[in-house]
């Protein structure tokens, strides 16, 4: 919920002249590539812009889309986000459903999804490597 809230904050004409650069990345979960991982960068003190974000295909890959829909994001400091909602039972959420339907859970630990206590930051270049996040549920 976090994440929805803020990729839906802020912006304005100055979102559109920002200059971004493609990111891209794989998540894995205790070693293995999880499908529907969002993954949120949120720009820390001294970057410009309001964060961007993507979600895990199955093979835990990822790219960021910014608010207006380019790919990528400005060049900065980001603590990284990770949420992966399921239904109670963990099981995916159908697709004909919304997660406030089947009163959705995030089935990673909290810590990825509070900027206060991720552990997981990314420093974003004008030319960049994937990153790989390597996330630990135990």
């Given at each position: 919920c976090f994440v929805i809230c803020l990729v839906g904050?802020?912006?304005?004409?100055?979102?559109?002249a920002l200059e971004v650069f493609p990111v891209k990345g794989t998540v894995t979960?205790?070693?293995?590539?999880?499908?529907?991982?969002?993954?949120?960068?949120?720009p820390q003190e001294g970057t410009k812009g309001t964060g961007a974000g993507g979600v895990t295909?199955?093979?835990?890959?990822f790219s960021i889309l910014y608010r207006d829909d380019r790919e990528g994001i400005p060049v900065g400091t980001y603590k990284v986000l990770f949420s992966r909602l399921v239904q109670p039972d963990g099981s995916p959420i159908p697709q004909?459903?919304?997660?406030?339907?089947?009163?959705?859970?995030?089935?990673l630990p909290a810590k990825y999804n509070d900027p206060a206590e991720t552990p997981v930051t990314a420093t974003v270049t004008n030319k960049n490597e994937p990153f790989k996040f390597e996330l630990k549920t135990k």
């Amino acid at each position: 919920c976090f994440v929805i809230c803020l990729v839906g904050c802020g912006g304005g004409s100055t979102e559109s002249a920002l200059e971004v650069f493609p990111v891209k990345g794989t998540v894995t979960v205790d070693g293995e590539a999880l499908q529907s991982v969002t993954v949120f960068f949120d720009p820390q003190e001294g970057t410009k812009g309001t964060g961007a974000g993507g979600v895990t295909d199955a093979s835990g890959n990822f790219s960021i889309l910014y608010r207006d829909d380019r790919e990528g994001i400005p060049v900065g400091t980001y603590k990284v986000l990770f949420s992966r909602l399921v239904q109670p039972d963990g099981s995916p959420i159908p697709q004909d459903a919304t997660a406030a339907d089947v009163g959705a859970v995030n089935s990673l630990p909290a810590k990825y999804n509070d900027p206060a206590e991720t552990p997981v930051t990314a420093t974003v270049t004008n030319k960049n490597e994937p990153f790989k996040f390597e996330l630990k549920t135990k």
